[in-house]
């Protein structure tokens, strides 16, 4: 939860960055933001398979370090150079917790229907998360200084990392030999991706720096697979897509967060711009959203052997949550708003467990890390591009924050929907093969 805080809080607080005695210039305050995101999604996938491979204990310490490290930097930076660097280092801290928390929850679980529950419990971590950083970081915007936001992460971490050296057991280690080409290859395709998509909207989708991102990637990608299906001990075995459930999954929880981080994204904009609420009150009023994603994965448990129909139900709530907020104005009663909140919330507390343990189920069990680092890149990214999306729509709609806000809504809402179909297809029952008729 205190890894996903961070993507949401410091949006909230560029305000005061950009007034403050640092002085940052326009690109500075966006690679303030953004050299945690892309640090953070890049590295997921290779920080889940360095866990499994030497240890997720020693992954989930030295990420809470690190973690912790970025955030005393961050907080007594002098320059927004240093504070840039800092933010890159909470997001390397970050991409090496986030895959081993789950990795470690999972190969402790006995049974199947105990990993389901640890897989619950995880993804309502990570999906409050986002809500807790949007309240902290409009409490600290209100009332603190950004340096008390950075502050405010060092305490949980070390109390993390003693209860961690202290409870946590050590798990197997599938060892093995690394694969730093197969890395730095995937590393550098995600990265490029994840630029083009969050530097789209500053830049213009068909300006030649998005479109050389956008090619960057392909090109990494391919070589990426290439190597990989030539290499004995690859990174991510491009083959394992071929598992339709698999594609399905990680489509399914891209689709998720692209929904959810949009609304976070607009939701801040419209309650402060639209309906005058400081930046507390703008965190504190998207607290409901909690209240659907605690009481539906309770409600789902028991349906983990038959995920289709509650990821179907779960991504078709969270569409029609979102078209549903795109009819709110500057007139409509907070008390209609939440009614929408909580159906999208309700559809997020629904189908991310399934989601997530679609796709550890998908893949061998000791390779737990490494699904974990995939889920949450597939995560990572979709939220970026729910923000890079809505973003947009709202600087295109030019006629006031709620008739943007509405547009954004009916963009993101009906591509939430387009990808609930094709997630419900991809996780369709394989045929039967039939059987030969005997010769008379």
């Not at 459930?245 to 609304?263: C, E, M, N, S």
């Not at 990214?381 to 600087?395: R, S």
């Not at 009916?410 to 419900?424: C, D, E, N």
Request: some cysteine; overall charge positive.
């Amino acid at each position: 939860m205190v890894a996903q805080s961070m993507v949401a809080a410091v949006n909230l607080l560029l305000p005061q960055l950009s007034s403050s005695a640092l002085r940052p210039s326009a690109a500075e305050l966006m690679w303030t933001v953004d050299a945690y995101v892309i640090v953070f999604a890049a590295l997921l996938i290779p920080a889940g398979a360095a866990a499994d491979r030497y240890g997720r204990k020693g992954a989930l310490l030295v990420g809470l370090g690190l973690f912790a490290t970025g955030a005393v930097v961050s907080a007594l930076a002098g320059t927004p150079a240093v504070l840039i660097a800092g933010r890159a280092v909470c997001g390397l801290g970050a991409a090496l917790i986030t895959p081993a928390t789950l990795s470690v929850l999972t190969q402790l679980a006995p049974t199947a229907e105990a990993r389901a529950r640890a897989t619950a419990a995880w993804a309502l971590a990570i999906g409050l998360g986002g809500a807790f950083g949007n309240l902290l970081g409009g409490l600290a915007g209100q009332f603190l200084t950004w340096r008390a936001l950075f502050w405010s992460m060092v305490p949980p971490a070390a109390l993390l990392a003693a209860a961690t050296a202290r409870l946590v057991p050590r798990t197997a280690r599938t060892g093995g030999r690394t694969d730093p080409l197969g890395t730095v290859l995937l590393t550098a395709a995600l990265v490029a991706l994840l630029f083009g998509i969050i530097e789209g909207p500053s830049y213009g989708w068909l300006s030649p720096r998005i479109l050389t991102a956008f090619a960057l990637a392909v090109l990494f990608t391919a070589a990426f697979a290439r190597h990989a299906l030539r290499a004995k001990a690859p990174l991510f075995d491009p083959r394992l897509l071929r598992s339709r459930r698999l594609r399905a999954a990680t489509l399914g929880l891209a689709t998720g967060f692209f929904g959810l981080f949009a609304l976070f994204f607009v939701n801040s904009q419209f309650l402060q711009g639209s309906k005058g609420y400081g930046p507390a009150l703008a965190g504190i009023a998207l607290l409901p959203i909690s209240v659907g994603m605690a009481l539906a994965p309770r409600l789902t448990a028991r349906l983990h052997d038959t995920p289709r129909p509650v990821v179907t139900a779960g991504l078709a709530l969270i569409g029609l949550g979102l078209l549903g907020l795109s009819t709110a104005g500057a007139h409509t009663p907070y008390a209609l708003y939440v009614v929408w909140l909580l159906i999208v919330s309700f559809g997020m507390g629904s189908c991310m467990p399934a989601l997530t343990l679609g796709v550890l189920t998908s893949l061998p069990r000791e390779q737990a890390g490494l699904g974990s680092g995939l889920g949450t890149s597939s995560r990572e990214v979709g939220a970026a591009l729910g923000v890079a999306v809505a973003g947009t729509v709202l600087a295109s709609a030019g006629s006031g924050v709620a008739d943007g806000m509405g547009a954004a809504f009916r963009v993101v809402g009906a591509a939430v929907l387009v990808g609930t179909v094709l997630v419900f297809r991809g996780y369709r029952p394989a045929r039967a093969a039939v059987p030969s008729a005997s010769p008379r």
